[in-house]
């Protein structure tokens, strides 16, 4: 795989902006400079034709395009892409097979509140069974230390309060890849792709991520064989019944030093 961006070539993920704070306990209105997260656009194109159009954060977009390509089933493995040029907001990845993108009168648009809307039907055939990995197992203790990860390198959103942040941690509890975005599904693919590209063993490793545990989010873990997601949030309806089926482990609500666990608990050792 080859890319034309250089290291240090990526654009600021912040800019001042002046604000004016009112602060009813004090009685005060400050003027002051505060730091603004950049919301980026980026198009994709696989095989020449017009996939979609992120909304992100202008980082680590090689890893996303990547990420994002395993989660949705677009491609099984990273040796499918032949080619990844990054040049003016464009994208364009060039594969060793025709691709069955399912979205052929318009771009998709990936936003930041979701995937993109509808869940493509192929992925609710596809979703695999977690089975291979029910003999991993992670202690309570490095599910919360996979929480502290979030917040102790969560340095953009530390700034500027407008980001989601997403890591993927082995059984020793190591961070394998760490992300931020403004977009909790983008910050996602982004440690998977980092992940893919470095050769991680996804079926032991842990996700742990700062958004809702919706069915989107559920089925990208799932999709590359991730067995445990764990969120600072709640998890929905159908992301538990997606976890169900797939055999993979759902926690919510860590923090605090505790969380709840929806799916699969016998990958978690009680204290």
């Given at each position: 795989?080859?890319?034309?961006?250089?290291?240090?070539?990526?654009?600021?993920?912040?800019?001042?902006?002046?604000?004016?704070?009112?602060?009813?306990?004090?009685?005060?209105?400050?003027?002051?400079?505060?730091?603004?997260?950049?919301?980026?656009?980026?198009?994709?194109?696989?095989?020449?034709?017009?996939?979609?159009?992120?909304?992100?954060?202008?980082?680590?977009?090689?890893?996303?395009?990547?990420?994002?390509?395993?989660?949705?089933?677009?491609?099984?493995?990273?040796?499918?892409?032949?080619?990844?040029?990054?040049?003016?907001?464009?994208?364009?990845?060039?594969?060793?097979?025709?691709?069955?993108?399912?979205?052929?009168?318009?771009?998709?648009?990936?936003?930041?509140?979701?995937?993109?809307?509808?869940?493509?039907?192929?992925?609710?055939?596809?979703?695999?069974?977690?089975?291979?990995?029910?003999?991993?197992?992670?202690?309570?203790?490095?599910?919360?230390?996979?929480?502290?990860?979030?917040?102790?390198?969560?340095?953009?959103?530390?700034?500027?309060?407008?980001?989601?942040?997403?890591?993927?941690?082995?059984?020793?509890?190591?961070?394998?890849?760490?992300?931020?975005?403004?977009?909790?599904?983008?910050?996602?693919?982004?440690?998977?792709?980092?992940?893919?590209?470095?050769?991680?063993?996804?079926?032991?490793?842990?996700?742990?991520?700062?958004?809702?545990?919706?069915?989107?989010?559920?089925?990208?873990?799932?999709?590359?064989?991730?067995?445990i997601i764990v969120s600072i949030s709640a998890p929905t309806d159908k992301g538990i019944k997606?976890?169900?089926?797939?055999?993979?482990?759902?926690?919510?609500?860590?923090?605090?030093?505790?969380?709840?666990?929806?799916?699969?608990?016998?990958?978690?050792?009680?204290?």
């Amino acid at each position: 795989m080859e890319s034309d961006r250089k290291e240090g070539t990526e654009q600021p993920l912040a800019v001042e902006h002046e604000v004016l704070r009112i602060n009813l306990r004090k009685g005060s209105v400050e003027p002051l400079r505060d730091e603004i997260v950049i919301e980026d656009h980026i198009e994709l194109y696989v095989n020449d034709e017009h996939y979609a159009v992120f909304t992100c954060s202008p980082s680590q977009i090689k890893e996303l395009v990547v990420g994002h390509l395993l989660t949705e089933g677009i491609i099984d493995k990273t040796e499918e892409i032949m080619g990844l040029e990054i040049s003016k907001g464009k994208v364009r990845v060039h594969l060793n097979k025709k691709a069955k993108l399912g979205f052929s009168e318009k771009p998709r648009l990936i936003l930041t509140e979701c995937g993109g809307g509808k869940i493509p039907p192929h992925l609710w055939m596809k979703t695999r069974r977690l089975k291979n990995a029910l003999n991993v197992s992670f202690d309570s203790q490095t599910i919360l230390r996979a929480v502290e990860t979030l917040n102790s390198r969560a340095y953009l959103f530390r700034r500027t309060g407008g980001t989601h942040v997403s890591a993927l941690l082995d059984e020793d509890g190591m961070v394998l890849a760490f992300s931020e975005d403004i977009g909790r599904h983008n910050a996602i693919d982004k440690v998977i792709g980092k992940s893919a590209l470095d050769g991680a063993d996804f079926q032991r490793t842990l996700l742990a991520s700062t958004g809702r545990l919706t069915s989107e989010m559920v089925i990208k873990a799932a999709y590359v064989g991730i067995p445990i997601i764990v969120s600072i949030s709640a998890p929905t309806d159908k992301g538990i019944k997606i976890a169900e089926m797939a055999g993979l482990t759902l926690i919510g609500f860590a923090r605090g030093g505790r969380f709840n666990i929806y799916t699969c608990p016998e990958r978690i050792e009680k204290p």
